[in-house]
Structure formats: structure tokens, C-alpha cells
């Protein structure tokens, strides 16, 4: 039952795979570009659902735009999940979900191709292109995940508008992509993605065994202002909302600088100004904030000082700011057995792992809430992520592609099983 | 000879006028959006020569969108320039710089009407709609007067690009107002203006006789950092264009309030963020900085101290910043015996004047570097300008045509000669 997890032509099918990925929507940077339902998404998609096809696997669309690849070896029973998104940020790198598609592609290829004749596993295999995990272009970020687990509305989400209007509905059809249901019934999951981070690649490790999540809360933001002439309007007239939005973004910075390295991160990444004219002190900035912690006190603490600072500069600045949460999760950790199932499965293969927490948000974060969920990370050249550089080594990716499909093959099994 | 000056008539004329401009790329706000050769700007322009034919000017458009309105009494004399600008900021007022233009025209509308048989002026008339005194949509502001007075190329400026890349030339082109030449040549010019400040309505005066203007410096500013996720980056490890672009508009804020109010002006205004994403730490922030004063040495000491506080933003965020001057102008009087002229003029109408200077740029500061030039203001409701909510009494728009109409048919006879 081994030899398939290590041949030769299964790395090289994969890296074969893997690169025509990379070159869809490819930048002169040497990232990619294929924020969800654009053209570039669907080409990925369109590469997704032909290897489907010719793997053996039936394709579904559900009501969101998530594209499940099936192998039903055991009818009617539930299917362990395994993907990740095929979506990217702008000007974004080549692994940042891409890697785990075509991973969870492989792996499920690999286990269809190993299954010895009768045998029928306790659970079906699905896999997946999570719909729109970034939220680049349509907030928020992990939605085909979110509508999956129940805790965002398909209407809601499907009525998201981009910056130019169009909704998610909209952009779905354009492609082609209009789906319905909710897709298959999940009895576990599992996810592997670069670790966007330096922990593995520090300690020369090539498994990473995700233990939890930090918590996490964005808001959306609008900092209300008054139009004026910036040269002929005295300072004292003015109420400028671009000084409140950068009084604002200074502020976050000095939140995260009140503690330790590594306890509170905060960033703003989006801010839009309106008029956004050279002579024209602006009427309003919209802008998104995003704090997150592994610690909840932290973040609490970090809030309640935020919302004590935009008083002040409300006061000082003489804007009015409003601020919505718009997306938020707590701690939360994966399930002990599914980070020691891993570790058995890199074990097994000789590969080295380590327990690591993830920073950034995943599908598998929303997927965690509802079934036993397993995550794994492969190294990220000096942590480098949503950057048209990230790195990762073939032989990590390939490893990463082993473990996962362990890991996948014993979730089959039903390891994780109460 | 005065009847045509207060006529009811002739007021009435005037603002059936200009409430027709005012409808053209009218907002909901109750402004006006027609930044420069839009399809707006484009039936301004329309509006404007198509009046020009009714009231018997023959219509020119120079090189670089000029139009002029000429009248010629004396064949071969230069001529008296007289006119503002057609085109707007993003949501702005409906009086800056249109009712300058419907002023002019109807200046010169009067004075044809009035002219007694026979009698032929020293100088010529011109009324003009100066291209892209805003600079909104093509940088610098105040384009085609600084191309008529020889401050910038003609290619140049038509070789300007606006965000989607357009060209000023390609702008001009798709409007059908291609020109070519230079335009009449000048011997003065004249131009009204909405005051965009306070004064005169706290003093309860009806015209503003313009002595002088404030210093101006404008850069265009880049500042690089590298591109990065908002989770899991750890704050040490970030190179945050946005918090950088941040501190410099708090930076710019903080060498205002230096100085008591009114001593010195400083904005950002245009803020434009890479690749502006909720999750990814910005790789590039695009602002421009517009910093002003009535004292030159009180803009030098400013534009060392922000030098000085560039350094430190860039060792302090880890930034790198360039900032070049974009657009400059010095401190400058209006020639004295043209203030006397203005203020003669409204004395001989019964209108109340005072000397005022102007804190904003106009194209009759690049007009009085070549030519003797008068610049008139009125009223401004709260100083409020650059904003839908602009606004001027109709009485006051009304002395303030009457006003001009006596302006320039004294310097047609040559009155600011030597």
C-alpha cells in the first residue's frame, strides 16, 4: 500500500500540474493575479475541473461558487473534504492556496489510484476550491467556507458587491460558475498551505501541525469628513478625513507596539479616499482594519483602547469615524487527535514535523467549527506571504503532498471518529 | 455709456446664463463634477461656444484647449484676456471658476452691446476658458494657462496621463476640441473668482481687490514598502507603505500647527494605496503634499523640517520615501496700479471693495507674470470651496459681472499702459 505515496512519477505529476497552476494569471513579478470570479479565477478553475475530470473525479458546483471534485466509494455515506482555494490576493504569490488545491488534487488522485479492487473506506473523498477565500475583492475573506458552515447567509453572500458593483452572483454567472446545494456532507477535513510564516523554516522543519488559530477581528471603517479647497481653507476650518484615517492608522501601529513582538498584530491594508483630488482636502476615507491575537484578552484590551483612540482623534481631528466589525473568530484549537494523527502520518514517511499555530485565517478555520479538522503547513521562504515572492522548495511541497495524502487516506478510514 | 451696466436686463441675462452652466454634470449633492475634458466638461465647453457665436465672438482653441472668445475692434492690437476656468474638482461647487467664465462672457457680451459706433479700442477683447485649472484628473493644476504664458510645453502638457492612462491629447481628441496655435496674443488680462475664504463676507464686502498671492510648493510622493499578509507578518518584519504615507499626513498636519492659523497651509489631498487589499500589508503608497503660505521663508523652513521628519518616518517604519516638487509658485503682488484700477471701477458703480489676497492658485497668477493682470473676487458663503455646498448671492455675482465689465473696458482702452 506504500509504494504510491513515494514513486517518482507522482512527484514529477504534480509539479507538473502544479507549475501549468502557477503560470495562470501569472504577473511580470512572478506571482499570479486571480482575485475570485475574475477571468484569471477561471481559468484556475477551468485547469481545476479538467485534472477533475480526467482523475476520475464528478464535478460540483455548489450554491457559493465552491467546486468539489467527488469520489464516491462508499454510497451515500458523508466525504472527508480536502482543499484549499485557488483564488489569490492582487499582485500575490504562487502557493497561497494554489498549493493546497492541487495537494488535496494529488492526494485524492493518489488514493483513488492505491485503493486496492473491493475495498471501500468509511467515508467518500471530496475535493475542494473554497470560493473567494481572500476577500480582496469581496469582503469578507473565507466566504465559500463560511456559506458551507452555516454561518453566512447564500443570499448575503451571493449580494456582496465588488468596488465597481458587480455582485458575487453576477461575477459567478460571468464565469459560468453558477452553481446550487450546499455540496457534499462533511464528516471531517483537512488543509495544507505554506506556513506564511518563519517558524519551520527556522527550525529546518518540513511538516508543520497546526494546534490553533489566533483570534482574529476586522472592521470596516468610514471616517467622515468635510470637502474643502486645500490651499485657500485655514487649518482651523478644515475637518479632514484623510488626517483621521492616517491618525487612525498610526494609532494601530502604536496598539501592536504596546506589546511584546508576536502578541497583537494590526494593520490596515485597504483605505480609499474620496475625492482623492491633489487640491481638494477629502470628504471621507473608507477603510478596513484588522487586529489579531493569539491571545482573546489581548485583542479585547486592544479594542477597547482602539475605541478610546478614535474618540480622541474624532475630537481632535474634528471627523466623525464609524467602525463595524465585519469579521471576527476566536482561539480556537484543531482537535488534539487530528495534530497527533498527523504527526503519525509524517512518522510514518520519515518526515519531520513540529506543532505550529496559524496566524493568518484558512477555510479550514470555519471547517474546524463543524467536523474534526486537520491542518498542515509546509515551510515559506522567509515567511514571505500575499507577496508576489513566496517561496517554497519543491521537495517541501512534495513531502507536503505525501503527508497530506496519509493524513486523507486515514480520515478516510475514519481515524478521527469518536 | 452706463446704462448697460445695471440694466435689469442685463443681470437677468446673466444669471438665465449661468444657472444653464450650472445644470451641466450637476451632482445630487447640488455641486458639479466636470473635471477636465470629461463629457461634462466637454458640454461646459459647448455651452460656452455656442453663446460665443450668439453674442458675435469669433471662437478659437490653441494647442492645448484654450478656448477664446474674440472680439476685434482693432484689427491687429493684442488683446485684453478676460475669463476663469469651465472645469471642476471631483463634487465640487458650481461657482469656482464657471462663474469667472460666465462673468467674462457676459463682460464682453456688454461691452460689444455698449460700444458706441465707430469707436475702436486700443486693445482687442478675449474671453477664455482656460484649460484644466483644476488638475484633478491630469496633474499639474492650472495647465493651459501655464502653456500659454510658456511655463510648460505644449507636448508636455499633452502628453500628461490621467489614472487610466489617457492622455491630455487624447482627452482633447475625444471631445472634438483639438486646437492648434498659440492663442491671441495678450496685452492684460482680467479675471473673477469666488473668494474661497472668509473675509470678505465677514466684512460684509461685496468685491475682493486682489494684491497678492500666497507661495505654493505641490510634490508628488512615492513611498515603497513590501508587500506582506496582515496576520501573519510579524510587526518587526514589516515594511508598511500605508503607515508611512500615514505618519507623513500627520507629519504635514503637525508643521501647520507650528505656526499661529492662516501662517501656513498643508494637505494631502490625493492618496492612492497598493495593492489595497484588507489582508496584505501595502507595497506602495502614491500621495501628493500641497503646502502653502503667504511668508516664502515660513514655506522653506517647512520644507526643511519635513525633509528632516521624511528621514526619520523612513528609519522609523522602514520605509523608503521620494518626493519630488511637482508644481511651485513664489509669492507675488498684483501690480498695484491695477488694484487702484479695480477699486476705482467699483467705487464709480457704488460697490463696496477691499484689498484681499488669494490663498489658491488661479491662471491669472500665471497671466500677471507676463502681462499686467487684475484679479477680483466675491463673496464665498463660509469660505466653503472645492464642495458641492459652494455659494454666492446672485446679488453679489451680479456687482461682481458689472464690476469686471468696467475692468476690462477701461484696460481695452489701455488704461493699465505705461
Known sequence: MREHLTTRSDADLFLRDFRSLSRIGETPGGGVDRQAATVADAQARAWFTTLLGQYGFTVEVDAIGNVFGLLEWN????????????????????????????????????????????????????????????????????????VFTGKMKTADALATRDADGVTVAEALASIGHTGSGAGPVAAACAEIHIEQGRSLEE??????????????????????????????????????????????????RELADRYPDGVLHTSVGQLTVLPNSPVVVPRQVDLTMDLRSADEEVLAEAKQLLEQGIKVIEDEVNVRIEADTSHAWGVRPYPTAGVGLARACADSLGVSSRPVHTLAGHDSINMNDVVPTVMLF??????VSHNEGEFTEDADLCAGVDVLTEVVRRLCEGALDD
Open 378 to 383: 509546509v515551510p515559506s521562504r522567509e515567511g
Open 203 to 252: 527550525s529546518g522543519t518540513t511538516i508543520g501541525l497546526v494546534h490553533s488559530c489566533w483570534a482574529a477581528e476586522k472592521f470596516t471603517v468610514t471616517v467622515h469628513g468635510e470637502q474643502a479647497h486645500t490651499g485657500s481653507t485655514v487649518i482651523a476650518d478644515r475637518r479632514d478625513a484623510l488626517l483621521g484615517a492616517s491618525r487612525l492608522v498610526v494609532l494601530l
Open 75 to 146: 454510497p451515500g455515506a458523508p466525504y472527508v473534504l480536502v482543499g484549499s482555494h485557488l483564488d489569490s490576493q492582487p499582485l500575490a504569490g504562487k502557493f497561497d492556496g494554489a498549493y493546497g488545491v492541487a495537494a488535496a488534487l494529488h492526494a485524492g488522485r493518489r488514493l483513488a489510484v492505491g485503493r486496492a479492487a473491493g475495498h471501500r473506506p468509511t467515508y467518500n473523498l471530496a475535493v475542494v476550491d473554497w470560493f473567494n477565500e481572500e476577500g480582496s475583492r469581496f469582503a469578507p475573506s473565507m466566504m465559500g467556507s463560511s
